[in-house]
């Protein structure tokens, strides 16, 4: 029911920064949970960071300090700011909304096409 659709990713050096972004559109009420999740050719999809709607967050124990997650429930919006970026980091990022405040892939009703975020040396 929800769409959501992303923005914001590119091409970055190691060190670097890059801001995500998520539009929410179709939206009734209030969305508990966004996240963002990541996947990287071959891996399984993972957890990134989520916020409720009062704004208690979550991170992933590796991204905690260099991530952070952010909401906008007045323009249903959902950033995601990455600093000091590692090749690691590349991935595709999913925005997602549900009803659960948790990093399981599987608890989110609806999803994003996904941005692309490359991290080189």
């Known amino acids: 029911q929800v769409q959501l659709v992303e923005s914001g990713g590119g091409s970055v050096q190691s060190g670097g920064s890059l801001r995500l972004s998520c539009a929410a559109s179709r ?17 399984e999809r993972e957890g990134v960071a989520a916020i409720n709607d009062g704004g208690s967050s979550i991170y992933a124990n590796s991204l905690k300090g260099r991530f952070a997650i952010s909401r906008d429930n007045a323009k249903n919006t959902l950033s995601l700011q990455m600093n000091s970026l590692k090749p690691e980091d ?7 909304a549900g009803p659960v405040f948790r990093l399981l892939a599987a608890e989110y009703n609806d999803w994003g096409q996904g941005a692309q975020v490359t991290v080189s040396s």
């Open 27 to 43: 939206v009734t009420g209030t969305i508990y949970s966004m996240a963002w999740f990541r996947q990287a050719p071959g891996k």
């Open 90 to 96: 590349t991935a595709m990022y999913y925005c997602a």
